[in-house]
């Protein structure tokens, strides 16, 4: 079984037990469990109680990858929506700089959708870091943002067929503005 991704674990440490956190797309299960085990509460991002109340924080590895940049903005509002006022989003996000961008089927500059693999179809977003920052600045302040190689921390499960070589990945720590202002789709 493979460990949490680097971000489970750093939202790990900084919330206490008992927090409830939005877990926005599953994968294999690796990030769920290792919450779980440190005593917190896992919501599936999108359920009817998450909107109800202010999560203490968001974790996506895998599924802010996917997708056009405004269906990625629309999905960030949601989140924002759902979370208390400053509660952290820990998030990955494509980036211009992974070896898979340019390749596939073109959909848009910064849009490709692969034509073969586990993903083949599905669109995958690239960011420079003054486009990311661009979609996160409306509805969350940035604490940390950094690009890391994650051949071997991406889940192997969304590439059995073909390991990654050379993926980019940008890491994330935001904090959900502190005004309820935030909106939703």
Do not use: K
Request: glycine share 10%.
């Amino acid at each position: 079984m493979r460990a949490a991704h680097p971000l489970a674990r750093d939202l790990i440490a900084r919330l206490p037990r008992g927090a409830q956190v939005l877990e926005i797309g599953h994968g294999s299960g690796r990030n769920h469990r290792a919450l779980e085990a440190a005593g917190i509460e896992v919501l599936h991002f999108g359920s009817g109680s998450t909107s109800a109340h202010g999560a203490a924080g968001a974790l996506s590895t895998h599924a802010l990858l996917h997708g056009t940049p405004v269906e990625i903005a629309e999905l960030l509002a949601s989140i924002a929506a759902s979370l208390a006022a400053g509660a952290p989003l820990f998030a990955t996000f494509g980036s211009v700089r992974d070896a898979r961008f340019g390749e596939g089927t073109l959909l848009a500059p910064t849009i490709f959708a692969p034509a073969a693999g586990d993903e083949r179809g599905v669109p995958h977003t690239y960011y420079d870091e003054t486009e990311l920052r661009s979609v996160l600045h409306e509805h969350y302040a940035i604490e940390d943002l950094r690009e890391v190689e994650v051949d071997a921390i991406a889940g192997g499960w969304a590439h059995a067929s073909a390991p990654l070589r050379g993926a980019v990945h940008w890491f994330v720590v935001a904090h959900r503005h502190g005004s309820r202002q935030c909106h939703a789709e």
